[in-house]
Nanobody
Framework: QVQLVESGGGLVQAGGSLRLSCAASGRTFSRKSRGWLRQAPGKEREFVAAISRNGKTYYRDTVKGRFTVSRDNAKNTVDLQMNSLSPEDRAVYYC????????????WGQGTQVTVSS
């Protein structure tokens, strides 16, 4: 069974940091694009960051300079380092994979909650 599982979410004060990790099983994603998305209460799911099969990274404007996405192909994992967190970053964060190297993502994790207090 192909599965993605996020971890590392929690409660942090504004200005703090969290590191999310996504473990994959059932197949290798070493040559697949990987991404992070989030969904805040009452809002649509939105793109946060991505890393291509070639290691190129992409970020939404509001997280540039604060978030860093990375991957470890040997472990089949992708991480999201989040610094300088603000209450606006509060959301459920999901990792995803693009199995055919073409949008949209077609495999998703269950999500991990990130809460940022003022």
């Amino acid at each position: 069974q192909v599965q993605l599982v996020e971890s590392g979410g929690g409660l942090v004060q504004a200005g703090g940091s969290l590191r999310l990790s996504c473990a994959a099983s059932g197949r290798t994603f070493s040559r697949k694009s990987r991404g992070w998305l989030r969904q805040a209460p009452g809002k649509e799911r939105e793109f946060v960051a991505a890393i291509s099969r070639n290691g190129k990274t992409y970020y939404r404007d509001t997280v540039k300079g604060r978030f860093t996405v990375s991957r470890d192909n040997a472990k089949n994992t992708v991480d999201l380092q989040m610094n300088s967190l603000s209450p606006e970053d509060r959301a459920v964060y999901y990792c995803a994979a693009d199995t055919d190297n073409s949008p949209p993502y077609d495999i998703w994790g269950q999500g991990t909650q990130v809460t940022v207090s003022s």
